[in-house]
């Protein structure tokens, strides 16, 4: 993943680029695929809110070969734009995500807790030992 910063002042862009390759072997049978993925990111920040979009598109390709001859080959090439919108502030991030039509959300949530744990039983020293006392 490739990044470029400050293309605008409070403006990030990723450039990304992944490919998979693999190649399976059964007795007389290959079956090939190949997968690449390329996206591209902006996201734009103004103080502790945020807004982005991040754009992917994925193309693939498998090939089944038995003795020399293809029997299956099928391509595809897949589109996903997603928007994004977020807050940022001390330890509380909250991000909405949607899809291109806007029909599909998905809202996340993240606090940091800074206040230790409270044990419902004692803490046992030495393991099995401290618990039994011996």
Do not use: C, W
Request: proline fraction near 1%.
């Amino acid at each position: 993943m490739f990044k470029t910063e400050k293309i605008l002042s409070n403006e990030t862009i990723y450039i990304k680029v992944k490919l998979n390759s693999n190649i399976l072997k059964r007795l007389n049978t290959y079956i090939k695929n190949k997968n690449i993925m390329m996206g591209l990111a902006s996201i734009l920040k103004l103080g502790p809110y945020s807004a982005g979009i991040d754009y992917n598109k994925l193309k693939g390709k498998i090939n089944v070969d038995e003795l020399g001859d293809t029997v299956f080959k099928e391509g595809f090439d897949d589109e996903m734009l997603k928007y994004k919108l977020g807050y940022s502030k001390d330890d509380l991030d909250i991000g909405l995500t949607s899809n291109k039509d806007l029909n599909e959300f998905q809202l996340t949530l993240r606090k940091l807790l800074k206040k230790k744990p409270k044990y419902i039983f004692k803490k046992a020293h030495g393991g099995l030992a401290g618990i039994l006392e011996v």
